[in-house]
């Protein structure tokens, strides 16, 4: 049982997150009372009583979350020990590969906390590690500043802006070194992370790190069965690095972007399709199908009858970003 009097330091925090020897039930409470410790320190209690602190900000492509929304996002244990450790390795493999330099940091998205920069910080100093900080959300901007200044971390910042990721060209692309941004929900929906790629990883070097380095999303059919769920992978929908890796398969036409044909046979007349959302972070980080709120599966609604052999997946990137899928007779 976790004593919930016991108050940890947030250096003990981040360790405790970090470590594999403790339990999840721990790790939870632990980032239960930063979250509180944030929130005050943020100064966001205000906004959670004003339409200002849940208003999304809509962008060229996609919608930036509101405040409240944002800071929530810390309360997904799974994906935020997950983005932590992978950052941190990322972080350290780089300080490996270039011995001599301040690993820098470009934060796409930070939110009202920007809570990686406050758990680095324990982890390395000013002199190792440094942060732009970059966010479209004026309001979560405001925050961010007051939470950095409040606990003492300006010297870990090199920049704040309050810019569009889709569209905002890089000062000084040579010094960046890991490109960090969260903006993510499930099957790639309403959140920028494809497009905030596609504007800034050309900017950057190509030994750049890119955290999370890939999404996947997958077809799945399903069902049950007498000892559980019988699943079966009928192929990959959307692989965003490999989309990246090669932009003469981008094939942007008439403003939606074509992902893929998954045939289906006859076979599977009876099941269930799911589309699964898989994130990997960094190297051996990553947060699996129904982990988090990032990778919570969707089940297609059935068509009846059982009269196609194909589903046609697109992904839209204007006016929203959005999944969809067709069923057709090929
Ligand atoms: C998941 S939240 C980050 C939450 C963060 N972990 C926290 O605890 O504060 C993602 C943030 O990215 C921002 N964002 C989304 N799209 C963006 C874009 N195109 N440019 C800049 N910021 C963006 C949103 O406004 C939101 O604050």
Do not use: W
Not at 124 to 145: H, M, R, W, Y
């Amino acid at each position: 049982m976790v004593n919930q009097e016991v108050k940890y330091s947030l250096k003990e925090i981040v360790e405790i997150l970090i470590s594999d020897d403790a339990g999840m039930d721990l790790k939870k409470s632990v980032i239960d009372q930063v979250y509180v410790a944030f929130f005050e320190q943020a100064r966001i209690g205000d906004l959670a009583q004003n339409v200002a602190g849940h208003q999304a900000v809509s962008l060229n492509s996609g919608k930036a979350i509101g405040v409240m929304h944002a800071a929530e996002c810390l309360k997904d244990y799974h994906r935020t020990i997950q983005l932590l450790k992978g950052l941190h390795k990322s972080v350290l493999n780089t300080m490996a590969e270039k011995p001599n330099k301040k690993v820098h940091v470009f934060y796409a998205g930070t939110g009202p906390f920007a809570p990686f920069v406050h758990f680095l910080g324990q982890l390395f100093t000013a002199g190792q590690i440094c942060f732009t900080l970059l966010e479209v959300n004026p309001e979560s901007l405001n925050c961010t500043k007051e939470l950095i200044s409040n606990l003492q971390m300006t010297s870990y910042v090199s920049e704040f802006l309050l810019a569009d990721a889709t569209t905002y060209v890089i000062k000084n692309p040579e010094n960046v070194d890991v490109l960090f941004s969260e903006t993510l929900d499930s099957m790639l929906f309403r959140e920028a992370y494809v497009p905030i790629l596609m504007n800034l990883k050309p900017q950057l070097a190509a030994d750049v790190k890119i955290i999370p380095q890939n999404v996947k999303l997958s077809i799945m059919a399903f069902k049950e069965i007498v000892d559980g769920v019988q699943r079966k992978y009928l192929g990959s929908v959307f692989n965003v690095f490999e989309f990246l890796k090669d932009p003469s398969k981008m094939i942007v036409k008439e403003e939606y972007v074509q992902c893929a044909k998954i045939p289906v046979s006859k076979d599977y007349e009876g099941y269930k399709f799911a589309i699964q959302t898989e994130v990997q972070v960094y190297k051996d980080c990553s947060i699996e199908f129904d982990q988090s709120s990032i990778t919570l599966s969707f089940v297609l609604e059935k068509k009846v009858p059982f009269d196609f052999n194909t589903f046609n997946f697109t992904y839209d990137l204007y006016p929203n970003l959005e999944l969809k899928c067709d069923f057709e007779n090929q």
